[in-house]
């Protein structure tokens, strides 16, 4: 049976009446196998060349050899009704699987199959309603036999006509045996159709399957840590299908939808899951509309969007990215769930590496660290002022809602504590950064790690 498959294995088991038709009911309809090819061929053709397709192409041609296999399966199925098929249903899957592949919809071929059972159920019909004087007993008056056996004759031929129903060799099966055969011939295209959609749907997985795969190795390859060499990039590229571009920006998104992320960023964008996080990478982010487009198709998702680089700097936007959402989710670059690397790149900075902030913070402010509790955090929030300021008192006054004296003061205390750093220009940056981590200059009781 075709993977997945529950549909029946005989057409004994689609229509079990078929156990109680007449021999001569099967043999009637081999016999009907030419004329059925001719005409749900010329249907076929006429419903693909409603659909824009044709029976000359390669699928085309495949059609037509499914269109023969499901008449000669169904014919011989209903003269042996336990005949197995599992091999028309293999071709019909495999006809799915092709549709798939040129591009065509899922219920296109099913439309096909309906047509072409109408069309049989409508030939069998025809066939049973033709004059009994173009096959089958002989009926009228030229139908008499004369002689004296004339008599076991007529009910030799009686006879005949009550074994095999009025099908003889020309006339079609009685009503009562065509709702039978009605039954097994639309519940064998449903069955046909069936087969066809799961190999739709088996080709449709394993595509997607297949582009996740060239997506992932793509998008891997531009964030390694080593840049891969140019063809290899290449190559990768043209397996995925992906246009390489001069520039990129890695997003990274809180989730596992890498697929559905990527088709609703659009704008050419790849994507695959990294770590705990969708990595998606944007071309040319540069372009015009093309960033403020991916964070509306973003939002309500927590994400970080990297900075826009050349294409061999990949990694660094994927970092800086990874870095960010980690942060995000902390709570620590503030209420946006899509937030900008740019934005936070002094943040990106000091809390990189988890406990180096801290422990700059302590080596850099140990002069206050002797000091009672209220002397030290005054004294860190006027150099923090101060530094900020560019040594403007009396602006610093104002910010801290003091007086500029205060000001002064403090400031003479200080340079009794740091002494010449405070004119360092490279000191004076570590000191603001120390400050910026810890404004009050105490101690660090959060988690390093």
């Not at 004329?35 to 699928?59: D, N």
């Not at 059972?117 to 409508?122: C, E, G, H, N, T």
């Not at 973003?298 to 990297?306: C, D, E, F, K, P």
């Not at 205390?413 to 750093?421: D, E, N, S, T, V």
């Amino acid at each position: 049976m075709t993977k997945g498959a529950t549909v029946s294995d005989a057409l004994l088991d689609i229509e079990p009446g078929l156990a109680g038709l007449a021999p001569a009911v099967g043999d009637h309809l081999r016999g009907l196998r030419g004329a059925l090819h001719l005409r749900i061929l010329g249907t076929v053709r006429a419903a693909m060349r409603e659909q824009g397709r044709s029976l000359t192409g390669g699928q085309g041609q495949g059609l037509a050899l499914g269109v023969r296999t499901a008449v000669d399966t169904f014919v011989d199925a209903v003269a042996e009704p336990d005949r197995d098929l599992a091999p028309t249903r293999a071709v019909f899957h495999t006809l799915g699987r092709t549709e798939y592949r040129e591009g065509h919809r899922v219920d296109a071929l099913r439309a096909v199959l309906t047509l072409g059972a109408r069309d049989i159920w409508a030939f069998l019909v025809e066939q049973a309603a033709a004059p009994a004087a173009t096959g089958g007993t002989p009926t009228g008056p030229d139908a008499r036999s004369t002689g004296p056996d004339a008599g076991r004759a007529g009910t030799a031929a009686e006879g005949a006509g009550t074994a095999a129903g009025p099908t003889g060799t020309g006339a079609g099966p009685a009503p009562a045996d065509l709702y039978v055969i009605a039954g097994a011939l639309f519940g064998y295209v449903d069955a046909l159709a069936g087969a066809a959609a799961e190999g739709f749907l088996d080709e449709q997985r394993d595509t997607a399957q297949d582009w996740a795969t060239l997506r992932r190795r793509l998008v891997t390859l531009l964030v390694q840590p080593d840049p891969p060499a140019g063809e290899v990039l290449r190559a990768a590229a043209e397996a995925a299908r992906w246009p390489l571009p001069a520039t990129v920006a890695v997003v990274s998104v809180h989730g596992t939808d890498a697929e559905h992320l990527a088709r609703v960023v659009g704008a050419g964008t790849v994507a695959t899951v990294i770590g705990d996080a969708v990595r998606l990478v944007l071309p040319e982010p540069r372009t015009p509309g093309r960033l403020d487009q991916a964070r509306q198709a973003l939002a309500g998702r927590r994400a970080a969007v990297g900075p826009a680089v050349a294409r061999h700097r990949a990694r660094l936007s994927y970092r800086l990215s990874r870095r960010a959402l980690g942060l995000h989710q902390q709570g620590a670059l503030g209420p946006d769930p899509v937030v900008s690397c740019d934005d936070h790149l002094l943040t990106l900075l000091t809390d990189w590496e988890p406990g180096l902030a801290g422990h700059l913070a302590d080596t850099v402010l140990a002069p206050l660290a002797g000091l009672r509790p209220t002397t030290r955090r005054s004294l860190a929030e006027t150099l923090h002022g101060w530094l900020r300021r560019q040594g403007q008192v009396v602006t610093v006054a104002e910010d801290l809602h003091t007086h500029p004296q205060t000001v002064r003061y403090r400031m003479r205390q200080l340079r009794a504590l740091f002494g010449p750093a405070l004119d360092d220009p490279d000191a004076r940056l570590v000191l603001a950064l120390a400050l910026r981590s810890r404004p009050t200059g105490g101690e660090d009781h959060s988690n390093a790690g």
